[in-house]
């Protein structure tokens, strides 16, 4: 298939038990905005130490609430792009689980299960102070406000409990049991893609380096270098929407639709 490097081919037509590990770059064509990335990105806009950690919603939780209701409301906007569609459709004789950085919902659209959102997810929402779940109305807001007050927890005393998105913040520990499936789904496979990402966060940006350590082969898929290129196995510059769907339709029949 034009533009499928052989060996990249390769290792996928072998694999049967394959994990991709996606980042903010997977949702990039869907008009969701990276991390990193110099015009969209999100860091380039916002400090995430200004709105991404627990001290933030401490200071400024109507900012912090503002923000995340932009990004919700940008998710909902948003479509799987053919890469999100590329994967639910890989052929049928493979096991194919994801477990991804992104804290969006578009792997579930396209019709893909996630067996991990290691970072949580924008709509997982909980009580910031007893956290029980909340699936209570939120109202989304508008473009352009830059404080919305987060709904008070109906369980705790009045002025006490907050909703919050239920994502990870920067300095809180990692959910356990998501990462124990990633990590287990990593060492596990016999393919590793690792799709979009700057490797940049940690501890999920050390999954990677267990499947290699693991002795499993691990393609790149980035149309930039990043800090994990050196240690995986192929290095593809190309991009989720693009390269996934040359890769699936390369694998031939049972390609799904
Ligand atoms: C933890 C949810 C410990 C929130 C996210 C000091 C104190 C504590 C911890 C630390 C510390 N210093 C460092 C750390 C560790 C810290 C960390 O790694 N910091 C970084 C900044 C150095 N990690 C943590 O804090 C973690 N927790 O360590 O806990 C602990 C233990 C016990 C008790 C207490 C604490 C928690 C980290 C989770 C942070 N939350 N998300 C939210 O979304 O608002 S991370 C967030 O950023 C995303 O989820 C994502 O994971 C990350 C961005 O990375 P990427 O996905 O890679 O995106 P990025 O923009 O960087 O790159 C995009 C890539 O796509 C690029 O390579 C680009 O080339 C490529 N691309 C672009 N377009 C495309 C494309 N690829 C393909 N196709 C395209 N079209």
Do not use: K
Not at 111 to 138: K, M, N, Q, Y
Not at 207 to 224: C, K, Q, T, W
Not at 241 to 247: I, N, S, T
């Amino acid at each position: 298939m034009a533009g499928v490097p052989s060996e990249i081919l390769e290792l996928a037509r072998r694999a049967r038990r394959i994990t991709v590990l996606t980042g903010a770059g997977m949702s990039a064509e869907s008009g969701v905005p990276t991390f990193r990335d110099a015009q969209t990105g999100l860091w380039s806009r916002y400090n995430p130490e200004d709105l991404a950690t627990p001290d933030a919603w401490a200071r400024d939780r109507d900012l912090v609430w503002a923000w995340y209701l932009g990004r919700i409301r940008g998710v909902r906007a948003a479509r799987p792009n053919a890469g999100h569609r590329a994967l639910a459709r890989w052929p049928q004789h493979a096991h194919v689980r994801i477990v991804t950085q992104n804290v969006d919902d578009l792997h579930e659209r396209a019709g893909s299960e996630v067996i991990a959102h290691v970072h949580g997810a924008l709509v997982a929402f909980r009580c910031d102070t007893c956290d029980r779940p909340f699936d209570g109305e939120v109202d989304l807001g508008s473009d352009g406000v830059e404080r919305y007050p987060p709904p008070p927890c109906p369980h705790c005393p009045p002025g006490r409990g907050h909703i919050r998105p239920g994502v990870v913040w920067f300095g809180e520990a990692m959910p356990v049991e998501p990462f124990e499936r990633a990590v287990d789904a990593v060492r596990d496979a016999d393919l590793v893609l690792v799709v979009g990402t700057s490797g940049m966060v940690y501890p999920a940006a050390s999954l990677p380096d267990l499947a290699r350590a693991a002795g499993v082969p691990v393609i790149e898929i980035n149309p930039s270098e990043t800090g994990l290129t050196w240690s995986c196995t192929h290095s593809w510059r190309t991009t989720a929407a693009v390269g996934l769907p040359a890769l699936v339709d390369a694998l031939g029949p049972g390609s799904g639709d």
